[in-house]
């Protein structure tokens, strides 16, 4: 398992860009992967240094279609505090 299979995608609401200004960065990630491959993934890929890392797993929602009841599809989200001396995530700096 790669650094880039780790990080799935940015989660972008409008909770996480009142974060972005504190370094503070909200990833889609891999549900087998823990806080130090997290940490890891994010410094090989982004060349920053990461303070924090805090996961929490988002479960499916219950959807009905007519008669019939299913979940979607639940994942893990990441959040990245990085350090204060740290340069910010380029990608994140245009939608601030």
Not at 18 to 32: E, H, Q, R
């Amino acid at each position: 398992m790669t650094h880039q299979d780790i990080i799935l995608k940015p989660v972008l609401s409008e909770k996480t860009y009142a974060d972005i200004p504190n370094k503070k960065y909200t990833f889609k990630v891999l549900k087998s992967a823990n806080k130090t491959q997290i940490k890891q993934a994010v410094e090989s890929i982004f060349n920053v240094k990461v303070e924090s890392v805090n996961t929490s797993n988002v479960y499916g929602k219950i959807k009905k279609q007519g008669k019939y009841e299913g979940l979607t599809g639940g994942y893990k989200r990441a959040v990245v505090q990085l350090t204060q001396d740290s340069k910010s995530i380029p990608f994140f700096d245009s939608l601030s």
